[in-house]
């Protein structure tokens, strides 16, 4: 959410900027000039990426404005209280709580265990899994900075097309002013669009899809350690030391490592 209110402050003091200026907000409103620069960007992206690629940009963007609750505090715990079930019961005790699961990251990850999968075979598998999720989640941070890349020249573009209108309408001297104004809005929709707008919203999703890749390593190494057959308390500790001191004590622990700082941080 935060995302989206970062955008509308900048163009709300822009729009500030302009009133208290003395000049009239309809100066910036120009209809063609919005149809030059936004349907000639989003009509590059589509040529670029696809149009099932720019809907995942759209959804990145909803993503942003209600984000999906981190539930990697739970995670380790329930892997904690998993691997003393198998280490008690044995791994096929686990199906009890595949039922249960809903994460299919998660659920994967316990077939695998209740299948008695090598670890080599599970971190290869989970590897593939993590990277595709990866290269999903980062869709919407390509189409974005693309679109921040197009809409500059696009508005050069819509600028030299207005300004060619004018040329034509030198026989009315009094049409000049207006017409050059309104040719040069299409340049502050480009430049605008692209650094209000796009890369900073490419940024934050790039950043998001970062914070969940991390957390899907610390999934990984939960379930290995699992396959492994660590106590529910080694677990517990390794997987903390990952964690900033916050989430580590929602997961019932302290922090005090760098690296689990640093990740944090990041994320």
């Known amino acids: 959410m935060s995302a989206v209110i970062g955008v509308l402050i900048s163009i709300g003091f822009i729009i500030l900027s302009v009133i208290t200026g003395g000049d009239s907000i309809t100066a910036l409103l120009s209809a063609g000039s919005a149809m030059i620069v936004l349907g000639g960007t989003f009509g590059s ?32 715990n329930q892997v904690a209280d998993w691997s003393n079930l198998a280490r008690s019961q044995g791994s096929l005790s686990l199906e009890s709580v595949l039922g249960s699961t809903n994460d299919p990251f998660q659920k994967k990850g316990l077939q695998m265990i209740i299948d008695n999968t090598s670890q080599e075979d599970l971190r290869s598998i989970f590897g593939i899994l993590s990277d595709n999720a990866y290269r999903a989640d980062m869709v919407g ?30 026989d009315h001297p009094a049409e000049l002013g207006p017409g050059i104004a309104e040719a040069f809005t299409a340049t502050i929709y480009g430049v605008g669009a692209a650094n209000l707008c796009f890369l900073p919203l490419s940024a934050r999703i790039a950043s998001a899809a970062a914070a969940r890749n991390r957390e899907r390593q610390i999934i990984v190494q939960g379930f290995v350690l699992l396959s492994e057959g660590k106590s529910g308390t080694l677990i517990k500790q390794n997987l903390q030391s990952f964690l900033t001191e916050k989430k580590a004590k929602a997961a019932g622990g302290g922090n005090d490592g760098k690296f689990g700082e640093a990740a944090g941080q990041a994320a």
């Open 141 to 170: 941070a390509d189409v974005w900075e693309a679109a921040g890349g197009y809409t500059p020249t696009i508005g050069v573009l819509g600028a030299v097309l207005g300004l060619i209108h004018v040329m034509q309408r030198l």
């Open 45 to 76: 992206v589509i040529t670029q990426f696809g149009p099932m690629a720019m809907l995942q940009a759209v959804k990145a963007i909803v993503t942003l404005i209600k984000p999906a609750p981190s539930n990697i505090a739970l995670f380790i």
